[in-house]
């Protein structure tokens, strides 16, 4: 079966985006500590979201260049189980380390350590929803000349996760449960990983035709 | 064991084939000829089951490749223009990609050797020069004993040897009785014996 691909260097591109935009926002701010610790969990929700999307950049645009998606299409496996393979890879090596690093992140925005879990776990449920409509966005516009402008029309699809997912930290710094916001963070996870690699390989088949 | 029932494909405007019918059995070998633009790679592309024909099926044992799609991709190995080939992986790696069937390192060895590939099976595939990623698709088709193999121009790229020993695999594929279909512009030698032609355009 198709193992995770290795791709060093390229891997820790959109880590260090994420590191790197994260850290941009105390810097440009100003050291107000509470506006800081304000605006944090947000911040790194939007740092976090442009980090996944450039990770998926041209995700399968090399494959369809060098004949390698052909060849991914002839294997007689179903193409979804191959494509949620390969996305759980892309997670692993993308949305785990940027996980690693969220607490560096949490410290330069001086957040409470209570705030931690809840941001911790609100990431490692919502970037693979992000990861995999990005995903479906790429193989519906593989083909396409309008690339950027036609992510834009999917960012919408984002949102919720962003809302729910900043705001089950929100919650708690507010002294509210997070509960509300982490279980439909959860059931956004779980409708997204059963339909998205399914979509995926249909619109690849299409891109292709 | 595949034909096609009045295949026609478009591109665009232009339609450039109608009426495609052709039946291969075990050993039997097809070669598609025609000028530049004429659909060649369509037409493959549609019986290797990658893009959909405007009209008409191929079939596979009877049976709609669009019904047994998992069985005919079995049974099926497709070198196009492109390789396919990811750059960052060794050569034994892509090798391995290629043949998920195999397990057997030593077998996959053997088959880059017989290709004339010993020396690269631990090079980053970006190092191979066309005519080396060639021989490498061609171990793949070897080494992945699919029953039915679609050819675009395997001859491209290649010198007098490479060309000589495509045949011989290609021939050797067709006595186990394997069914090949195949594009070129250059003529095939007789070590392929007596092989079918469709002229598109």
């Not at chain 1, 963070?185 to 998205?196: K, S």
């Not at chain 2, 450039?16 to 659909?39: E, M, P, S, Y």
């Not at chain 2, 992945?144 to 050797?172: F, H, K, S, Y």
């Amino acid at each position: 079966m198709l193992g995770a691909v290795r791709q060093p260097g390229d891997a820790l591109a959109p880590v260090v985006f994420y590191l790197i935009v994260g850290m941009l926002f105390p810097l440009a701010l100003g050291s107000d500590p509470r506006l800081l610790a304000q605006i944090g969990p947000g911040a790194i929700w939007i740092a976090a979201l442009l980090a996944v999307l450039l990770s998926l950049h041209k995700l399968f645009r090399s494959d369809l260049d060098n004949g390698y998606l052909d060849q991914l299409l002839l294997i007689p496996c179903p193409l979804f189980l191959l494509i949620g393979a390969r996305l759980l890879a892309h997670w692993l090596q993308t949305g785990l380390p940027m996980l690693l690093v969220t607490p560096l992140l949490a410290e330069s925005f001086g957040l409470d350590y209570a705030l931690l879990p809840v941001l911790l776990a609100a990431l490692a449920l919502g970037t693979p929803v992000l990861l995999l409509l990005g995903a479906i966005n790429e193989a519906l516009t593989l083909t396409s000349r309008g690339g950027a402008l036609l992510a834009l029309l999917v960012l919408p699809l984002y949102v919720p996760t962003l809302v729910f997912g900043s705001g089950a930290v929100y919650a708690v710094h507010f002294g509210e449960s997070p509960a509300g916001h982490l279980s439909l963070l959860a059931a956004l996870a779980l409708v997204t990983l059963l339909f998205a690699p399914w979509a995926v390989a249909t619109a690849l088949r299409i891109s292709i035709d | 064991m595949i034909s096609t029932d009045n295949l026609a494909a478009r591109r665009g405007e232009r339609l450039l084939f109608n009426g495609v019918n052709f039946k291969l059995d075990q050993g039997q070998a097809l070669r598609i000829t025609g000028a530049n633009g004429t659909g060649k790679t369509t037409l493959l592309r549609i019986l290797a089951g990658l893009t959909e024909p405007d009209l008409g099926s191929v079939k596979w044992c009877g049976e709609d490749i669009r019904q047994c799609r998992e069985t005919f991709h079995q049974q099926l190995a497709y070198s196009g223009h492109q390789f396919g080939l990811r750059g960052e992986l060794t050569a034994l790696e892509n090798l391995r990609y290629l043949t998920p069937d195999s397990s057997e390192s030593s077998a996959l060895i053997e088959t880059m050797d017989r290709v004339g590939l010993a020396r690269c099976i631990n090079l980053p595939a970006r190092y191979l020069s066309q005519g080396q990623r060639r021989r490498l698709i061609l171990a793949g088709l070897v080494a992945g004993q699919a029953r039915c193999w679609i050819l675009d121009e395997p001859l491209a790229a290649l010198d007098n040897a490479g060309i000589e020993m495509v045949e011989t695999l290609c021939a050797d594929h067709l006595k186990n009785s394997g069914i090949l279909i195949i594009t070129s512009h250059q003529n095939l030698s007789s070590t392929l014996g007596r092989v079918a032609e469709l002229h598109l355009g």
